[in-house]
């Protein structure tokens, strides 16, 4: 069994009318390399006529970002070209490598008629020989994700990068990061082995779970050590996950704001390549 270091409770961290807790970093845990940060807005339910998402045009580089759609929507640009909208069930993996100015914002639908919405984002880091690759951005709806069941259909695991058995998540990652967002009914439970030298990343969206003998209840992020390999979880009641897995880069991470580097004067020159434009222009 993999043994669990400490349980934490997310961070209660408000964004204007924006219900958010975040997992990661707190007082407790700054990251778990290479996972390195976790907004998890909502549930919330909006009126009619709303502002929506307050994350209009801002920059990155250096890492990457999973969000994983809920309820709700969002709708993306960036200056490498992406654009799209993508509803509840769906997720966005975006590179931002050498730098990109990006918006994350609800669609014109949403904003109009308002409605339930629950939005998570995960950060990974990029290592040193990947911060400046070429920015890129995927968009997936719920039916372009592969979904492996087991205990009879008591568990789902929607797979979006790496593999979960045979199964292959549509995404390649350039770091071998495995992705799984998991369903589990009542009573339902699933076992799964990851190598002792691999970092887990486990966070309790929904409900109530018995993961290697301790209970993580909802908005609470699993610390696993590096003894062990086996993870056995039982849902204690309906209940929903983030589960991945990598290996650490065990590189030094100096993040300032939108910019996650491995020094600070790589901080330095990000600020200036996104003053100086080199990270595109928003129209």
Known sequence: MRKIKKIHKAA??????????????????EYIDPFLFLNHHGPQVYKPGNRGLPFGPHPHRGFETLTFILEGDIMHQDTGG??????????????????LIHAEVSSEKFKKEGGPLEILQLWFNLPAKYKLVEPSY????????????????????????GKW??????????????????????????????????????????????????TAEKLH?????????????????????????????????????PFVMNT?????????DYQAGKMGSWE
């Open 12 to 29: 209660y961290a408000p964004m204007d009318d924006l219900v958010t807790y975040r997992a990661m970093p707190t007082r407790e845990v």
């Open 82 to 99: 992406g654009k799209d909208v993508i509803e509840a069930g769906g997720v966005q993996w975006m590179t931002a490598g050498r730098g």
């Open 138 to 161: 995927v968009g997936l709806q719920q039916d372009k994700i592969p979904t492996v069941t087991e205990d009879n259909g008591k568990v789902r695991a929607n797979i979006i990068s």
């Open 165 to 214: 058995g045979d199964t292959e998540g549509p995404i390649p990652s350039l770091s071998d990061i495995h992705m799984a967002s998991v369903t589990l009914q009542q009573g339902g439970s699933f076992t799964t082995s990851v190598d002792a030298a691999r970092n887990v990343f486990f966070y309790v969206v929904r409900g109530a779970v018995k993961v290697n003998g301790e």
């Open 221 to 257: 992020l699993v610390e696993f050590s590096n003894e062990g390999n086996e993870i056995k979880v039982e849902a204690l009641e309906d209940s929903y996950l983030l589960f991945g897995h990598a290996m650490p880069f065990n590189e030094p991470v100096v993040a300032h704001g």
């Open 264 to 272: 600070e004067q790589e901080i330095q020159e990000a600020f200036r």
